[in-house]
């Protein structure tokens, strides 16, 4: 069982930056798949980055490229997600994910993970 926090979302004008963080449980907190997710209104869940704890490999979908960044304090078992140069597009509730993948670091459907955070909402105002 992964126990997973978000917290850091909130409002900003586009343009601006937000970094969400996403504490696991400790005991379990190695060879994780950590992956960001959003869900926009009317839309499906999307990865946008994940990160493998024990390794550090990464993953970022192209929307995302060169404006967010996925990193790790592994001994405070948190991953972040900093996100720069937001846009109206990037407006979601985002969810952190994790699960015991032996490949992290490509991209993967919502379904393939099973444990979630409770999500925390971006809004970014044009």
């Known amino acids: 069982q992964v126990q997973l926090v978000e917290s850091g979302g909130g409002s900003v004008q586009a343009g601006g930056s937000l970094r969400l963080s996403c504490a696991a449980s400790?005991?379990?907190?190695?060879?994780?798949?950590l992956g960001w997710f959003r869900q926009a209104p009317g839309k499906e869940r999307e990865e946008v980055a994940s990160?493998?704890?024990?390794?550090?490999?990464?993953y970022y979908a192209d929307s995302v490229k060169g404006r967010f960044t996925i990193s790790q304090d592994v001994a405070k078992s948190t991953v972040y997600l900093q996100m720069n140069s937001l846009n109206a597009e990037d407006t979601a509730l985002y969810y952190c994910?994790?699960?015991?993948?032996?490949?992290?670091?490509?991209?993967?459907?919502?379904?393939?993970?099973?444990?979630w955070g409770q999500g925390t909402q971006v809004t970014v105002s044009s």
């Open positions: 994910a994790a699960e015991r993948f032996r490949i992290c670091g490509v991209r993967r459907p919502a379904t393939d993970f099973r444990y």
């Open positions: 400790a005991y379990t907190y190695s060879s994780l798949c």
């Open positions: 990160i493998y704890t024990s390794g550090g490999t990464t």
